[in-house]
């Protein structure tokens, strides 16, 4: 089993602070998937990279690949209690497409 | 918005009772997964499933578990005879194009 290792396990931030939260491994990954997960629901996608140094944004989120795809961050700008979440990344190999190995989340929260 | 949905929400049973848990995927989907989660631990992966086959299983997914897609829209987790530690949370999810699309999940509790 490839671990992800996710960091800080825990982060509290006030509204308006910037974040970043890191997924690594020493495995190298297909393709990798950053996903928001509430209390008592299923994980909802937010993004996938899939090219080692890929950048995406997707509004104040900017998700990163290693070059190596061996890991990826997670940056928030100018977050909002809105962000308050567990947020996971999850990562899958060139045999076994789609099997996610999940890494164990860091929840964050954002206070007014 | 097309959406993975699962039923029932939450399901209590007593040990050693048989369980199926049920799945729509999304319509044009055509890899299906379950996972489960342990309260308070990580999402796990259990079994993938492509083309009324399974494709690959996890070592959690002995023999008391099942797959089935009896229909053109049902995919179904049966748990033959639950255990205390088949208690967690079962998410469903279809895939397209790399993006995995989760179902709200069925709290397992077995008791």
């Avoid at chain 1, 960091?7 to 910037?18: A, C, H, K, V």
């Avoid at chain 1, 795809?69 to 700008?77: F, G, V």
Wanted: overall charge negative; glycine content about 8%.
């Amino acid at each position: 089993t490839q671990l992800l290792e996710q960091s800080p396990q825990f982060l509290s931030i006030q509204e308006g602070e910037n974040l970043t939260v890191y997924c690594n491994s020493s495995s190298v990954f297909s393709s990798l998937q950053w996903y928001r997960q509430e209390p008592g629901e299923g994980p909802v996608l937010l993004v996938t990279v899939v090219t080692g140094g890929e950048v995406k944004k997707l509004k104040r989120l900017t998700f990163q690949f290693g070059d190596a795809r061996k890991d990826s961050s997670l940056h928030i700008t100018a977050a909002q209690p809105g962000d308050t979440g567990l947020y996971l990344c999850a990562g899958d190999q060139a045999d076994s497409w789609g099997k996610l190995q999940f890494g164990a989340g860091t929840q964050v929260v954002v206070t007014p | 918005e097309p959406e993975v949905t699962q039923t029932p929400s939450h399901q209590v049973t007593q040990m050693g009772q048989e369980v199926i848990l049920r799945c729509v995927p999304i319509s044009n989907h055509l890899y299906f997964y379950w996972y489960r989660q342990i309260l308070g631990q990580k999402v796990e992966f259990l079994v993938s499933f492509y083309n009324n086959e399974i494709s690959e299983k996890s070592e959690i997914f002995d023999d008391q578990f099942s797959v089935e897609r009896p229909d053109g829209s049902n995919f179904t987790l049966k748990i033959r005879s639950t255990k205390l530690e088949d208690s967690a949370m079962y998410f469903c999810a279809s895939i397209l194009d790399r993006e995995a699309f989760f179902g709200q999940g069925t709290r397992l509790t077995v008791v």
